[in-house]
């Protein structure tokens, strides 16, 4: 089992919709957990942390399910502008602080 | 307060050959780690290396090392290149724990031929 597995998608939505991605994540002592946005070619951005108690961005919600071991990101509202490739990030304990990356879900908004 | 600088962009080689990708942190940042990103994958964790000493490596062989300098910046070297280390090669600082999460710099691609 993959340490950190997403569903590559691509998901293809209209401009407007609601759009939630889940990750899942193997090591059970994990400590931290993050999104991040990816555009073509480009580097990684953190695009939020996700805590136990859920939080919110503007249109972006995230989810800590540390019981099933998984990881959301909900969009609402789909701009153009969201179309990318959403990777999920996971910090096990390993006393390195490394950060396990998902292979990435792709996101393309549709006018 | 600059961010993470990383030189050259692109870089074309040929098998067998050595490079050397250099990577300057993030002002205050103490701490490099480098990640591989093949394309259509995610970044794969190389090593992370912190007040200069190496703190934590993924898996990947000796032909991929490492330094840290005094001043923080950082550099990737892969000897005998092959195909396959054709690549994103990203270069990320934080302080410590990064429980902030990581800041990335732009990355270098490299092409091996």
């Known amino acids: 089992r993959k340490e950190v597995e997403q569903d590559p998608g691509p998901f293809n939505v209209p401009e407007g919709a609601t759009v939630a991605f889940n990750c899942t994540y193997s090591?059970?002592?994990?400590?931290?957990f993050f999104w991040y946005r990816q555009d073509c070619r480009k580097e990684p951005k953190l695009l939020m942390s996700?805590?136990?108690s859920g939080n919110e961005d503007g249109r972006f919600t995230a989810q800590l399910n540390r019981a099933s071991q998984y990881i959301s990101l909900l969009i609402r509202d789909s701009k153009l502008s969201d179309s990318a490739t959403y990777l999920c990030?996971?910090?096990?304990?390993?006393?390195?602080?490394?950060?396990?990356f998902g292979t990435g879900t792709r996101l393309k908004v549709l006018a | 307060e600059t961010g993470v600088t990383q030189s050259p962009t692109h870089l074309i080689k040929t098998r067998g050959q050595q490079v050397t990708l250099r990577c300057s942190s993030q002002?205050?940042?103490?701490?490099v780690s480098w990640y591989q990103q093949a394309l259509g994958q995610g970044p794969q964790f190389i090593f992370q290396y912190y007040r200069e000493e190496e703190n934590g490596r993924g898996n990947f062989p000796p032909r991929f090392s490492g330094l840290q300098f005094p001043n923080y910046s950082s550099e990737l070297n892969v000897n005998a290149l092959e195909l396959d280390d054709s690549a994103l090669y990203l270069c990320?600082?934080?302080?410590?724990?990064?429980?902030?999460?990581?800041?990335f710099g732009s990355g270098t691609r490299l092409t091996v031929v």
């Open positions: 990030v996971v910090n096990p304990t390993s006393g390195t602080y490394k950060y396990i």
């Open positions: 090591n059970s002592a994990s400590q931290s």
């Open positions: 996700v805590y136990s």
């Open positions: 002002s205050g940042h103490n701490t």
């Open positions: 990320a600082s934080s302080t410590g724990q990064a429980v902030g999460g990581y800041t």
